[in-house]
């Protein structure tokens, strides 16, 4: 902090990292011991993004610390590539395969309850508060469930600009508002629902999304899960579950790159993974080494990494300026709350977890795509679902943005 606040700080990873680590380590340790946080408000994860992003709006630091955070966090090379690879690919690999696909298959219906629950219920606010049902849907749910900022409001800016008297940048500064306090209330539905799955253990899986009725499956689950937590962790172990992570995003990247570019490298990481898992493609010996390299960063880097999210994000003038309206705060809570009400009755239909299927396929819908997951499910508790998230995010984010196109084509946007 001597460097930060002389102006000294090395404008590099190494800095990046040095104020990454302190403000981790400080908010993350104050919001897990301070009990009314740590109770209601989602602990250490959630004071790493609102702390950092409070400093700004208090002008605590300094503008070229705020920029080195922002270039580490979005710039080239992208330190958030770089952690979600190693979360995805943890997560990933540490699923049954006797459930990979099964849930893979019922989770997209909960994608779709997501959009068309977050929409209904965006109208009917739009409609008891005077807002307008199409300008609460166009204006406020879209933007919300529409994938984040870089693959959702930058391009649904692009899309509504071409029928709106405005341009580009006039029309994202109208959807953005909605898409930061949309990622806020998912994190809080998120604190939520982990306390209501510890009060009602029934309704959640404890991070399992499907519900398993057979008992021997049930218990060679538990047997497999034991069996691969038994094994040691090793040196070279870890330097092989670094190079099976670069490989598989590289093979999606070079998919994303050569055959469907419309289409997030994420997604391709993920179904790669998936194939892999279903066909055993990787001996258990470097599934294991993947899954220890992941965990040495989420045990290790999980307060650090959201800290840059607060900073690069998180901006608390929009949201003072968002939450000032009241409408504006009713139908935004309307809209996640549709989305993940939609995805948790789904999911229970398809013997899917409710609390696992709201979060994944409803919160991960509303928040700010791979960052907003990140969030959401940290303070969840429940980062075993970030290959579900991300499909939530991207493959969701897609069809609302398929939908966005079609709509203001049809309807306008009400303003």
Not at 67 to 94: E, Q, R, V, Y
Not at 273 to 302: F, G, M, R
Request: proline letters at 4%; one cysteine or more.
């Amino acid at each position: 902090m001597l460097l930060v606040y002389t102006h000294k700080l090395p404008n590099n990873v190494m800095g990046a990292y040095g104020l990454m680590f302190i403000l981790g380590i400080v908010f993350g340790e104050i919001g897990s011991r301070v009990s009314f946080i740590r109770n209601w408000l989602g602990g250490g994860p959630i004071m790493c993004i609102f702390g950092p992003s409070l400093m700004i709006y208090f002008g605590m630091l300094p503008p070229e610390s705020i920029g080195l955070m922002k270039d580490f966090m979005k710039g080239s090379p992208s330190f958030f590539n770089f952690f979600i690879t190693f979360l995805i690919c943890g997560a990933m690999l540490s699923i049954s395969r006797r459930i990979l696909l099964q849930s893979t298959l019922k989770f997209l219906p909960t994608v779709l309850a997501a959009i068309f629950g977050g929409c209904i219920l965006a109208a009917l606010g739009g409609l008891v508060t005077g807002y307008g049902a199409v300008k609460a849907v166009m204006l406020l749910a879209v933007p919300i469930i529409g994938g984040g900022v870089g693959a959702g409001a930058l391009p649904l800016s692009q899309i509504y600009s071409q029928t709106a008297a405005m341009t580009t940048e006039q029309m994202l500064s109208v959807v953005m508002p909605a898409v930061v306090l949309g990622n806020i209330l998912a994190i809080l539905f998120a604190i939520a629902l982990n306390r209501i799955g510890k009060k009602y253990p029934g309704l959640t899986g404890n991070g399992q999304i499907m519900k398993i009725d057979d008992s021997e499956l049930r218990t060679a689950l538990e047997n497999e899960k034991a069996h691969r937590e038994s094994i040691p962790v090793s040196i070279e172990g870890l330097g092989v579950g670094f190079f099976i992570s670069v490989t598989f995003y590289l093979a999606a990247f070079a998919i994303n790159r050569f055959l469907v570019p419309s289409v997030h490298t994420f997604v391709w990481l993920i179904l790669l993974l998936t194939i892999a898992k279903a066909a055993k493609v990787l001996p258990e010996s470097l599934e294991v080494s993947t899954i220890h390299w992941s965990q040495t960063w989420v045990k290790n880097l999980l307060f650090a990494a959201l800290v840059p999210i607060g900073i690069a994000y998180m901006n608390m003038e929009q949201v003072i300026a968002a939450v000032s309206n009241p409408a504006y705060v009713i139908i935004s809570i309307l809209t996640v709350l549709g989305s993940l009400l939609g995805a948790g009755l789904i999911g229970v239909v398809l013997k899917l977890f409710f609390v696992e299927s709201s979060i994944a396929g409803g919160l991960c819908m509303a928040n700010m795509a791979q960052t907003g997951d990140l969030a959401t499910l940290a303070a969840a508790e429940r980062l075993e679902l970030l290959p579900y998230s991300a499909y939530a995010s991207r493959i969701g984010g897609s069809i609302v943005l398929v939908l966005a196109g079609l709509l203001v084509s049809a309807i306008g946007l009400g303003m």
